[in-house]
């Protein structure tokens, strides 16, 4: 599997952005799609995840509400719409798959940068 991540730039505080997630291979039947986020000197940290088979999804406290994560079955591709962001929410951004029954992320694409000003 390999994932490749866009739409990253640079947005005022209180905006919106959407990333893109689209994968290689039709691989994404029975994986679960998520993003993570690294900002500046801290650790990455999981943002949300979706089940590619139900659509379940799942978010961290700090965007519930302010973030969604969908996906595009024909185009085997994953969106995060980003709305109301904050300076805080400035970060790269990565997409990452794992299988359902497997704990750890174990495919990873290249990151994309989200810039928030305020």
């Known amino acids: 599997v390999r994932l490749q991540a866009s739409g990253g730039g640079l947005v005022q505080a209180g905006g919106s952005l959407r990333l893109s997630c689209a994968a290689s291979l039709r691989t994404f039947r029975r994986y679960i799609v998520g993003w993570f986020r690294q900002a500046p000197g801290k650790e990455r940290e999981f943002v949300a995840a979706i089940n590619w088979s139900d659509g379940s999804t799942e978010y961290a406290g700090s965007v519930k509400g302010r973030f969604t994560i969908s996906r595009e079955l024909a185009k085997n591709t994953v969106y995060l719409q980003m709305n109301s962001l904050k300076p805080e929410d400035t970060a790269v951004y990565y997409c990452?798959?794992?299988?359902?029954?497997?704990?750890?992320?174990?495919?990873w694409g290249q990151g994309t940068l989200v810039t928030v000003s305020s």
């Open positions: 990452a798959a794992r299988t359902e029954v497997t704990a750890q992320y174990g495919y």
